[in-house]
């Protein structure tokens, strides 16, 4: 199996800042998905040190969920 999943099943329980994890198809891409309260940029340093425990390490990259669906842009209205 791998190795990232027992540190993720106890990721969000350990972690300030996360409240959960998921595990993208077979690996190694991980989903975080975090508490906006906290911050992106303290989450990101709580998640990295969390995984330095575990020891792993991670590139981790920050993004945002959009509001607006694939369906619902421009472009797709131009075309139907």
């Keep these: 199996l791998c190795p990232l999943l027992p540190a993720l099943q106890k990721l969000a329980a350990d972690t300030p800042g996360v409240l959960g994890a998921v595990l993208s198809g077979a690996g190694p891409s991980v989903l975080i998905f975090l508490d906006n309260k906290i911050g992106a940029e303290r989450a990101k340093t709580n998640v990295r040190t969390y995984l330095k425990t575990c020891g792993l390490k991670a590139d981790l990259v920050a ?16 075309r139907r």
């Excluded at 993004?63 to 131009?78: E, L, Y």
């Design 63 to 78: 993004t945002a969920i959009t509001k607006q669906g694939a369906g619902q842009g421009k472009a797709w209205i131009r």
